[in-house]
Structure formats: structure tokens, C-alpha cells
């Protein structure tokens, strides 16, 4: 075990970030959400490293953990599974969020694709205008509108292939209404964000394995989304478990923090001009990151 270790508090976060160490591509990062401070760093997220990393610790102070936030990384669930008994295991809504966004990315960019190929092939204008338009405005076709305030969809830009100004809802109703796996792909994507910042605990699981089967249905239309549903069919009890909230806080507990902490690790390693020493690494970012946060208390 590493030195210096900081005590397991009873909410803990677990995340990897890239570092190229000499255990691993990825290294580990521990987190406090409540305090914000770093528990530890690992130079390894290989599921033995972390197996026998928790190990070294007594079972008395594992046992104190009451939630564990981690991706849906299958390594997380068996050391969880295993030595955290008593420990409610969550998986990062971002993570699990995410899983539909790059799918829908992925309809969408084979959709735009397709309708490309066959405008080139046909000289069609129409097809080679819904393919640029589509391109360069895929990042509204993810926005979330249960999230975004309505000012957001009501901004405007130039479209130069209509020679018009268009509002982003405008450009989202022509891109939907331009292809019917895409419109099917975007409201699975809106669905999905009206249950999780909706939904209750006690109705998650249900509404998640329902926006499973409307998925699965389409499944003939929408072939990207099937990764997805089988993902969260194997992950639904700690899906279910991030609508849970934090019992002091009174917010949701998510992995959001421990997140901030990997690019505050990837900024102290670029500012080193890289550590060949793990170790110096390691002490550097948990000294800097928690001394910064008891100067800020």
C-alpha cells in the first residue's frame, strides 16, 4: 500500500485518468466528494492491483464505506462486490448518460454520411445541404432540453445553405424531420434525459428498463442503440442506484467532482513536463489539490 493514505470516508469516488505510468496506461484516483480532498492515487486501475490495494485494508474500515461511485468499468463491480459488502455500488450518471449520447453521435454521423454518398452520386443539393448542416450543428442535436433554459434553443445562427438566419430549434426540426431514425434516435435521447433528472429512486429501475424496450423495438431502425440496452439491462441495480441522494448534502451523488480532480492531475503532470516518478507524481497532485482546498475553507 501506498504511503500517506488518507482514511476511507463513507461516501467514496473512483476514477481513472490517462498517465502512462509504469504499472498501466491508467492511473487511479480515490476521492472525498464531501471534502473534496484526494484519498489517494493509484499507478494502476488493473482489477488485481485494486483488489489487493483495498485488501491491505482492514475490513473494519471498508466496511464503514456506505456508497461507492465508479464508471462502468466490470473490474469496479467485482472489487465492490467483493470487499465492499455494506457499500450501496453507483454508476456515474455521466458515464451512463454518455453511453446514449455517443450512440445517437454515432446514428447520426452514419445517417449524414449516407445521405452524403448518395448526394454526390445523385448531385443532389438537397442531401449534400443536410449533410453540412447536420455536420456542423451536432452539438445542439445533444443539447439537453430538460437542462437548457429555453433562451438556449431560441438563439440563432446563419445557415448559409438556406441563406437565412435559423433558430437552433429550427435547425433541430429540420434535421429530425429530414430523416425518421434520426427524429426515433433524438426523442430515445430526450426520453433518457427527462428520466434522470426526473425520475425518483423507487421508479428508476422501472422507467430505465421501459426506455429499454421502447430502444430494443427499434432496434431494426436504430442498430447503435443496442450496445446500450444491453449495457444497462447488466448495470440496471447501480443505474438505479445514482438517483439516490446524498443523505447530508441532499444532492445526488455522482462522480462529478472526482472528474474536476482527473484534469487537475493531467494539469500538474503537463506543467512537470511529465514525472518519470510515480511516486513524486503522486505526492505532488494530493499535497497541492488539498492544501488548495484547506486554503479555500
Known amino acids: ?10 461516501i467514496v469516488c473512483i476514477d481513472e485518468f490517462k498517465a502512462n505510468t509504469i504499472a498501466g496506461k491508467y492511473a487511479l484516483i480515490i476521492g472525498n466528494p464531501r471534502t473534496g480532498e484526494i484519498i489517494d492515487i493509484l499507478p494502476s486501475r488493473k482489477q ?6 483495498f485488501l ?28 465492499f459488502p455494506k457499500a450501496i455500488h453507483i454508476a456515474d450518471r455521466f458515464h451512463w448518460i454518455r453511453l446514449t449520447v455517443q450512440a445517437f453521435d454515432k446514428l447520426r454521423i452514419n445517417t449524414m454520411n449516407t445521405y452524403f454518398k448518395k448526394g454526390k ?4 443539393k438537397d442531401l449534400i445541404d443536410f449533410y453540412e448542416i447536420t455536420k456542423k450543428n451536432h452539438k445542439i442535436l ?24 435559423m433558430s437552433y430549434q429550427e435547425i433541430i426540426e429540420y434535421i429530425i424531420n429530414f430523416d425518421k431514425s434520426l427524429e426515433e434516435g433524438y426523442h430515445l435521447l430526450q426520453d433518457l434525459y427527462k428520466i434522470a433528472k426526473f425520475t425518483s429512486y423507487y421508479e428508476a429501475e422501472k422507467e430505465i428498463l421501459n426506455w429499454c424496450e421502447k430502444a430494443k423495438n427499434l432496434e431494426s431502425k436504430l442498430p447503435e442503440f443496442r450496445t446500450v440496452v444491453l449495457t444497462y439491462k447488466s448495470w440496471i441495480k447501480e443505474i438505479s442506484n445514482s438517483f439516490l441522494f446524498d443523505p447530508i448534502t441532499k444532492s445526488r451523488i455522482t462522480n462529478g467532482f472526482i472528474e474536476g480532480k482527473n484534469n487537475f492531475c493531467k494539469v500538474i503532470k503537463r506543467i512537470g513536463f511529465g514525472y518519470k516518478n510515480f511516486d513524486l507524481f503522486r505526492a505532488k497532485v494530493i499535497h497541492i489539490s488539498n492544501n488548495l482546498k484547506d486554503n479555500n475553507k
Open 56 to 83: 491491505d485494508i482492514s475490513s473494519e474500515e471498508r466496511f464503514k464505506v456506505k456508497y461507492i461511485v465508479t464508471d462502468l468499468f466490470e473490474s469496479y463491480r467485482t472489487i465492490v462486490k467483493n470487499l
Open 48 to 53: 488485481d492491483y485494486i483488489y489487493y490495494y
Open 1 to 10: 500500500m501506498l504511503a500517506n493514505r488518507k482514511k476511507l470516508p463513507d
Open 142 to 165: 445533444i443539447a439537453n432540453v430538460h437542462k437548457k433554459e429555453i433562451w438556449y434553443f431560441d438563439q440563432q445562427t446563419k445557415v448559409p445553405q438556406f441563406k437565412k438566419v
Open 121 to 124: 452520386e445523385t448531385k443532389n
